[in-house]
């Protein structure tokens, strides 16, 4: 079986204007591409509707798998932030319910537009909370979400205060036991938060909803950040052993996602990016 790979677009977060990634992700040779709701908005201002926006994936023959990503969801009764890629998650008194949830919807009719399958909700960082609050509010937000035949893929994150692993991750999923809810397992965030072999193994297959890949620099787990990912093949990250869990154990089948935020290789030609990610990501799993 062939595995599809997706590029996420912020691995080339330096081509701004949202068509001309479609076109140098589909010229590098992806099945799909994936997207930060941020570029979708930008795109919109300058005059576009969504049924532009629609047309994008038609015309490119590049269908997209996930939009990003909905944050502070877990301990605010399930009503999210739509991040900005960049920014940090922070309330403000401006950000009443009924702005947060017209966001939203606003965010949803993106996703819709665009005809993707997923969208992304990762932890909070920083609160704690418990297991039965995060659930019920992730129930909340795949309630909202299923209006729109959406689905949630639940990112716990390597440097969390608390969910950075994914066995509390599933936790939630599981308690949260909503057909539209499941994982989004990222190899870096598995492996800087040290999450198990084994308790991947436990999480159904049907549950694993979104795989982003990458790898990392050789730096001990608590000193990891988002910027030192590195193309696969180039750093430490197990990811043969782990995709070959996802992807012949599990029985994953949906796009891989390669996902990198590293600023060295935004200042580096686009295309040379993107043509050496879906190569080197390749390697890998020609292997497995």
């Given at each position: 079986?062939?595995?599809?790979?997706?590029?996420?677009?912020?691995?080339?977060?330096?081509?701004?204007?949202?068509?001309?990634?479609f076109?140098?992700?589909?010229?590098?040779?992806?099945?799909?591409?994936?997207?930060?709701?941020?570029?979708?908005?930008?795109?919109?201002?300058?005059?576009?509707?969504?049924?532009?926006?629609?047309?994008?994936?038609?015309?490119?023959?590049?269908?997209?798998?996930?939009?990003g990503?909905l944050?502070?969801?877990?301990?605010?009764?399930?009503?999210?932030?739509?991040?900005?890629?960049?920014?940090?998650?922070?309330r403000?008194?401006?950000?009443?319910?009924?702005?947060?949830?017209?966001?939203?919807h606003?965010?949803?009719?993106h996703?819709?537009?665009?005809?993707?399958?997923?969208i992304?909700?990762?932890?909070?960082?920083?609160?704690?909370?418990?297991v039965?609050?995060?659930?019920?509010?992730?129930?909340?937000?795949?309630?909202?979400?299923?209006?729109?035949?959406?689905?949630?893929?639940?990112?716990?994150?390597g440097?969390?205060?608390?969910?950075?692993?994914?066995?509390?991750?599933f936790e939630?999923?599981?308690?949260a036991?909503?057909?539209?809810?499941?994982?989004?397992?990222?190899?870096?965030?598995?492996?800087?938060?040290?999450?198990?072999?084994?308790?991947?193994?436990?999480?159904?297959?049907?549950?694993?909803?979104?795989?982003?890949?990458?790898?990392?620099?050789?730096?001990?787990?608590?000193?990891?950040?988002?910027?030192?990912?590195?193309?696969?093949?180039?750093?430490?990250?197990?990811?043969?052993?782990?995709?070959?869990?996802?992807?012949?154990?599990?029985g994953?089948?949906?796009?891989?996602?390669?996902e990198?935020?590293?600023?060295?290789?935004?200042?580096?030609?686009?295309?040379?990016i993107?043509?050496?990610?879906?190569?080197?990501?390749e390697k890998?799993?020609?292997?497995?």
């Open positions: 079986m062939k595995i599809k790979i997706n590029l996420f677009a912020v691995t080339i977060n330096q081509v701004k204007d949202l068509e001309e990634c076109k140098i992700v589909s010229e590098a040779g992806y099945y799909g591409i994936d997207l930060m709701d941020d570029a979708v908005s930008r795109w919109l201002q300058k005059g576009h509707d969504l049924q532009d926006l629609g047309e994008l994936p038609k015309r490119y023959n590049l269908p997209v798998f996930h939009l990503f944050s502070e969801w877990q301990t605010h009764g399930g009503i999210p932030l739509v991040c900005r890629f960049g920014e940090t998650a922070v403000t008194s401006a950000d009443t319910e009924e702005k947060l949830t017209r966001e939203m606003e965010f949803f009719k996703a819709s537009a665009l005809k993707c399958e997923y992304l909700a990762p932890v909070t960082t920083e609160n704690e909370g418990t039965e609050e995060s659930a019920e509010n992730f129930r909340t937000l795949c309630d909202a979400a299923a209006e729109y035949n959406l689905k949630c893929g639940l990112e716990f994150v440097f969390a205060k608390k969910w950075r692993t994914i066995d509390l991750a939630i999923v599981e308690k036991d909503h057909p539209n809810g499941g994982l989004l397992i990222d190899t870096f965030h598995f492996y800087s938060g040290n999450s198990k072999l084994e308790d991947l193994r436990t999480v159904p297959g049907e549950k694993i909803f979104v795989v982003h890949v990458n790898d990392v620099k050789d730096l001990p787990r608590k000193e990891m950040r988002d910027s030192d990912r590195v193309l696969p093949g180039e750093g430490i990250l197990p990811l043969r052993e782990l995709l070959s869990i996802i992807i012949k154990d599990k994953y089948n949906r796009p891989l996602s390669l990198l935020f590293n600023e060295e290789y935004w200042k580096d030609d686009p295309v040379k993107a043509k050496a990610g879906i190569e080197s990501l890998i799993l020609f292997r497995i």
